[in-house]
């Protein structure tokens, strides 16, 4: 079973053949195309629900309901940030050391 399981890790796959995606040859070359968009809009949604939270803490007119709601708006954003900036660190520096991937979310590190 060792055998088998060191052919697997090691035998090379060409998908650009077979499924057509031009010039993708590994599925870990998708994956680095799709994560800098993906953390894109991400990080986007997360700014764009800070605002509107922001904007009905200045709207809500000292009405407890409302400040508690976008309270809760504002909290959820700056989680929300912070659990990218995290999972930015583990996919450019741990993943990298790891498993080899080459995903540059900064040009030239």
Do not use: C
């Not at 800070?50 to 976008?70: L, T």
Request: net charge positive; proline share 2%.
């Amino acid at each position: 079973m060792k055998k088998y399981l060191t052919f697997m890790a090691v035998a090379p796959v060409d998908i650009s053949k077979q499924y057509a995606f031009g010039d993708l040859t590994t599925l870990g070359q998708g994956v680095d195309r799709l994560v800098v968009p993906a953390f894109s809009v991400a990080a986007m949604a997360v700014v764009f629900y800070f605002i509107i939270g922001a904007f009905k803490y200045i709207s809500s007119g000292g009405e407890k309901e409302k400040i508690a709601e976008a309270r809760g708006m504002i909290t959820h954003s700056i989680i929300g940030f912070v659990l990218l900036m995290a999972l930015f660190l583990v996919i450019e520096f741990l993943f990298g050391k790891l498993f080899g991937t080459n995903i540059q979310f900064i040009k030239g590190l």
